[in-house]
DNA sequence: GCCGTTTTCGGCCCGACTGTTTTCAGTCG
């Protein structure tokens, strides 16, 4: 079993957790953290790049002993560096740094004072009060270790992004109303429309910042203000979101949100290239030697540094600065493109089917994709559904309703269709809905199977992964993508927010294949198509533009798109 | 450990807040 992409980068984090602890340069342990990123946003496996003799070395910060390491991870599934690390310090050590307040410096003072490498034994050792005596701890720190060790929540826990918006734009909307707050903005990972956020960074303008920081701390919701000083404040609220707010004047209102929007990665690049220009930039602004050059807007900095505008989902530091200097940054896809949706399914189609037709209008759409159940439908059923759908076709209002069909991909590949004509369907839209787990060779083998159906058109919801509750099939996603693309097939990207699938990393893989993408909103209720921003949030991290879409085209190009799809 | 129109050595992004300290290290983002 070669080792995956998550498992070299969980290899190289723990080197870099030891290497940390153990007090080494710096830079040498910032380069395995941008390795492990690097490769878990790869999208192919780097284990296939190697098979076909692909010369990692090429890709940014990786070298010719990463490289080497990377292959022997692949090959072994670890590598002697970290085994060597680990005979230096105990593997458990590194769930210490996950501990809020404990860095490396304190970890390895714990180690080598106490001889504690676990959470339990720093429990035991805060309760005999052995903790306060160390140096560089104290009382608070005490009381702040016991109460993390007491709350066993897990640190890393994430919110899917339109949780995260569900209670930051109502606090967002409560800042803008503070009197003398000019802009009030959430950055970071929100802005960058990643599928979940790990806290929200919210930005504000202000002259008065300490009235924005007090009401920031008042606000209902928080249980518990971590930090608080004149221009930047940490709470937590009460459902766990951890909420930085940071204040600054408007003059550097551009250069702040291009700070705090990120990603770490990005701005690290964009800040070696503005060293290259002998330019400093900071939250504040650009600067050359004391005097500002730029910062009022994002437009600004980006010109002062000589690039072009990157869009936020682009800045991952993924490629974007090197296409940004070679001006081959892609066009991405507007929400205001999407002509159409190939997934929706009322609830009771009868009832709902006018608000779905009503909502899709109002979104300026064209078509609309009735996606009915195959597997839960009486035959008498389905005659009276597609009944409804001519009816409302023929009251024709600038809206054109297709007949959509969803399957069951079974576990032979085979598509279980019951006993239904497909070909009374605009749309065969198969999807894995059952034996998630299988090993990643038949798993495959069942998607190509399903592909070869010939009347086959639209891979739903591909890795079938649900955020923080199902974890994605284990597919060769890439093949699948080819396939689809050799096959004329499309690949859903499901727009409900616990599945946002196709992920991100495979949305840029596809574009590079030249398969089509159908962003979808898998409503089953007509206010849930208001969810396609977050579908296209996660195209536009994937580069995606109009064209890799499907559902950007008109109606007559997509019905010649969809006669392709039948052999 | 990586990288190069400052190129094989010597750099590598920058600032706020806290707590433990009497001027700053550690952590965090």
Redesign the pocket.
């Known amino acids: 079993m070669p080792a995956s992409n998550s498992d070299i980068a969980k290899v190289f984090d723990e080197i870099a957790d030891l290497l940390e602890i153990l007090d080494e340069?710096a830079?040498?342990i910032?380069?395995?953290r941008n390795?492990a990123r690097l490769i878990e946003g790869l999208g192919v496996s780097a284990g296939q790049m190697l098979a076909k003799g692909e010369d990692l070395?090429e890709?940014?910060?990786?070298?010719?002993?990463?490289?080497g390491k990377i292959r022997e991870i692949v090959e072994t599934g670890t590598c002697a560096?970290r085994e060597e690390l680990r005979k230096k310090l105990p593997a458990t050590i590194t769930t210490l740094?996950k501990?809020?307040?404990?860095?490396?410096?304190?970890?390895q003072t714990l180690y080598r004072r106490l001889d504690i490498s676990t959470p339990e034994q720093l429990y035991a050792a805060v309760k005999d009060g052995k903790v306060?005596e160390l140096?560089?701890?104290?009382?608070?720190?005490?009381a702040?270790l016991l109460q993390a060790l007491g709350r066993r929540a897990p640190a890393d826990a994430r919110f899917p992004l339109a949780v995260a918006a569900q209670y930051g734009e109502p606090l967002r909307a409560y800042l803008a109303k503070i009197p003398g707050v000019n802009d009030a903005v959430i950055a970071?990972s929100y802005r960058r429309s990643r599928e979940t956020v790990?806290?929200l960074?919210l930005l504000v303008t202000a002259k008065d910042s300490a009235t924005v920081m007090d009401r920031f701390c008042e606000y209902p919701h928080v249980a518990d203000v971590?930090?608080?000083?004149?221009?930047?404040?940490?709470v937590v609220l009460a459902n766990g979101l951890?909420v930085?707010l940071?204040v600054v004047p408007r003059t550097s209102f551009g250069a702040a949100l291009y700070y705090?929007t990120g990603s770490?990665n990005h701005?690290?690049a964009v800040?070696?290239i503005?060293?290259?220009r002998?330019l400093?930039?900071?939250?504040?602004g650009v600067f050359r030697g004391k005097r500002r050059v730029a910062g009022e807007t994002e437009q600004s900095v980006f010109k002062a540094v000589r690039l072009p505008f990157i869009a936020p989902e682009l800045r991952e530091n993924r490629g974007e600065l090197e296409a940004a200097q070679a001006g081959t940054l892609p066009t991405l896809v507007a929400l205001d493109d999407l002509r159409g949706d190939l997934n929706v399914s009322p609830r009771d189609l009868e009832a709902e089917l006018e608000t779905f037709v009503e909502a899709a209008r109002q979104r300026t759409m064209r078509y609309l994709a009735i996606t009915l159940p195959a597997r839960h439908m009486k035959p008498a059923q389905l005659q009276q559904s597609l009944a409804a759908i001519d009816r409302a076709n023929e009251a024709r209002r600038g809206l054109v309703l297709l007949k959509a069909v969803a399957v069951d991909i079974a576990e032979n590949g085979e598509l279980d269709a019951g006993n239904i004509a497909l070909d009374d369907f605009d749309i065969v839209t198969g999807a894995v809905n059952s034996a998630f787990d299988l090993p990643r060779a038949k798993q495959t083998r069942r998607v190509l199977r399903a592909l070869e159906h010939p009347r086959f058109t639209l891979f739903a919801h591909p890795t079938g992964r649900l955020l923080n509750r199902r974890e994605p099939c284990d597919l060769d996603v890439p093949r699948v993508i080819r396939a689809a693309r050799e096959r004329k097939c499309f690949l859903e990207l499901n727009s409900q927010p616990e599945r946002l699938d196709l992920p991100d990393v495979y949305c840029r893989v596809a574009r590079e294949e030249g398969a089509l993408i159908a962003i979808n909103s898998g409503a089953q209720r007509a206010a849930e198509l208001e969810h396609l921003r977050y579908g296209l949030g996660q195209a536009r991290r994937g580069w995606l533009g109009a064209k890799n879409v499907v559902n950007t085209r008109t109606v007559a190009d997509l019905r010649a798109l969809l006669q392709a799809t039948r052999l």
């Not at 501990?99 to 970890?107: A, D, F, W």
């Not at 140096?135 to 005490?142: A, Q």
């Not at 971590?226 to 221009?231: A, L, P, R, V």
């Not at 400093?280 to 504040?284: S, T």
Request: hydrophobic content about 30%; cysteine-free.
């Open positions: 340069n830079f040498r910032r380069a395995y390795a070395t890709l940014p910060g990786i070298g010719k002993d990463l490289a560096a740094l501990i809020p307040g404990l860095g490396p410096k304190r970890v306060r140096p560089g701890f104290g009382e608070k720190t005490e702040a970071g790990g806290d960074d971590k930090s608080k000083g004149d221009t930047r404040a940490t951890q930085d940071r705090f770490k701005n690290v800040r070696r503005a060293q290259q002998k400093k930039i900071n939250e504040y």
